[in-house]
């Protein structure tokens, strides 16, 4: 028996692309965990090279809204824009209901602020499309849109691992910190690194101690 997670890939990635990302991950849940990669339905103009988050040089780079009319994100900016948030929810559902169910989520960077949305509106609907146990988010932030502010009133309940590193110039750590105060009693997992999903003997022991109650729990069920 294993935890089914929703993996949600960050800005510029998409399934296949943050499948290879999480390859080490992966790697240290692999006996108790069933990852399903779904991708963002907007994509986004190509760079020339690599960026730091965790991009690669394809034209597949996926974004889950853009916070400028122009097809472009930035997590720093308050806007009232967030062009393809609500193709990306409806994306979302869809893979909770023909995918689904999920015992929980793990999602990185934009994704992580897609993710922290998701447990907003489960917050606000709790018979809704999205049920799940537990949400791991990495590098993420609180989404600076205006009209996801609602999203962030209720106190968000879904138990909740947030790993950020203290180097991390894409998404920086005080970003990752003022997320916490939305969640009740969040774990917090930081790391000296930058943007990516740390993957050592310290960080692999707080995973599985994290996702192992969900296990057990699934188990005697």
Not at 88 to 106: C, N, W
Not at 153 to 167: A, N, Q, W, Y
Not at 207 to 212: K, T, W
Request: a negative charge; proline letters at 6%; glycine letters at 6%.
């Amino acid at each position: 028996m294993s935890l089914k997670i929703l993996c949600i890939h960050g800005y510029r990635q998409n399934d296949q692309t943050f499948r290879e990302r999480t390859g080490a991950f992966r790697k240290i849940i692999k006996k108790f965990s069933d990852p399903v990669f779904i991708s963002a339905p907007n994509l986004v103009p190509p760079l020339d090279k690599n960026d730091e988050d965790g991009a690669t040089d394809n034209n597949d780079q996926r974004g889950w809204w853009f916070s400028s009319p122009d097809d472009q994100y930035m997590a720093q900016d308050y806007t009232d824009c967030c062009k393809g948030y609500q193709e990306s929810l409806d994306t979302i559902e869809r893979a909770f209901i023909e995918q689904g169910p999920f015992d929980g989520v793990l999602a990185f960077s934009q994704g992580a602020a897609m993710a922290s949305l998701i447990c907003g509106l489960k917050e606000k609907d709790p018979d809704g499309p999205f049920q799940f146990d537990f949400v791991i988010l990495v590098a993420g932030f609180k989404s600076r849109q205006k009209q996801h502010e609602s999203l962030y009133e209720k106190p968000i309940t879904t138990p909740s691992l947030h790993v950020f590193g203290d180097s991390d110039r894409v998404i920086q750590k005080e970003m990752s910190e003022d997320l916490l105060q939305y969640f009740v009693n969040p774990r917090v997992l930081t790391h000296s690194g930058g943007h990516f999903i740390p993957v050592s003997s310290k960080e692999k022991k707080v995973y599985i101690e994290f996702l192992q109650p969900f296990l057990d729990r699934k188990k005697g069920n």
